[in-house]
């Protein structure tokens, strides 16, 4: 149980497309689910927080236009790069409040963003 | 915010052998995971310990709240066990995650 998909697992765009990213919890609801990014051979950075029905809260420095967040219902959240430049080229990952645990966080599997 | 600091940032192993990772935090959380993550980028839920100790197989993790800091202990291990570890931890449903421990077992 507590399962997190992704789609796609990787992309490659060109420079000023924007591309999306889903999120899906399978066997829960999430009321709640994160975006995380992390750069080669650093550590997972939070993005932005997304909670089903309301606007997300972004990080300091995350920039909310370019980074569009969508939680539209119960088991899906989506993330948008808009006008993607190279230096959005990144491993993005998104997590799910399971609600097993109050605050245990299960992750996806991540994609893989390249941006030419 | 929260500080969280791994220790050691890398460490090789003959298959076989124990292992100790470190997680300290700068203050109190609510929740603490530890994560494996593979060569592929998945993270996989090891531990969820806010306190106490659990075991699972070969792993098991303490953490003593009181002393802002987490163990992950490694017995006997494989070569499937390297890729790196992440403590994570969080006083309002946000993690922060440390490093990471950059582990490879060599076979």
């Known amino acids: 149980g507590a399962v997190v998909s992704q789609h796609p697992s990787w992309v490659i765009c060109k420079s000023g497309t924007s591309v999306k990213i889903e999120c899906r919890s399978l066997?829960?609801?999430?009321?709640?689910m994160f975006w995380y990014r992390q750069f080669p051979k650093q550590s997972l950075m939070l993005m932005a927080t997304?909670?089903?029905?309301?606007?997300?809260?972004?990080e300091q420095g995350v920039e909310k236009d370019k980074f569009l967040i969508n939680h539209a219902s119960l088991t899906l959240s989506t993330l948008t790069v808009t006008s993607a430049h190279p230096e959005d080229s990144s491993f993005y990952i998104c997590?799910?409040?399971?609600?097993?645990?109050?605050?245990?966080?299960?992750f996806g599997p991540g994609t893989r963003l390249t941006v030419t | 915010g929260i500080q969280v600091e791994q220790s050691p940032p890398d460490l090789i192993l003959q298959e076989g052998a124990n292992s100790t990772l470190r997680c300290n935090f700068s203050?109190?959380?609510?929740?603490l995971q530890w994560f494996h993550q593979n060569p592929w980028g998945q993270l996989i839920n090891l531990f969820y310990?806010?306190?106490g100790t659990k075991q699972n197989g070969r792993l098991s993790a303490t953490t003593v709240a009181t002393e802002r800091y987490s163990l992950l202990y490694i017995s006997s291990s494989q070569t499937t066990d390297s890729g790196v570890y992440f403590c994570?931890?969080?006083?309002?449903?946000?993690?922060?995650f440390g490093s990471g421990t950059r582990l490879l077992v060599r076979p």
């Open positions: 997590s799910a409040l399971s609600g097993r645990a109050q605050y245990e966080q299960y």
């Open positions: 310990i806010p306190s």
């Open positions: 203050d109190s959380v609510n929740n």
């Open positions: 994570a931890v969080d006083s309002s449903y946000k993690l922060i």
């Open positions: 997304s909670n089903e029905g309301s606007k997300a809260t972004y």
């Open positions: 066997d829960f609801q999430a009321t709640t």
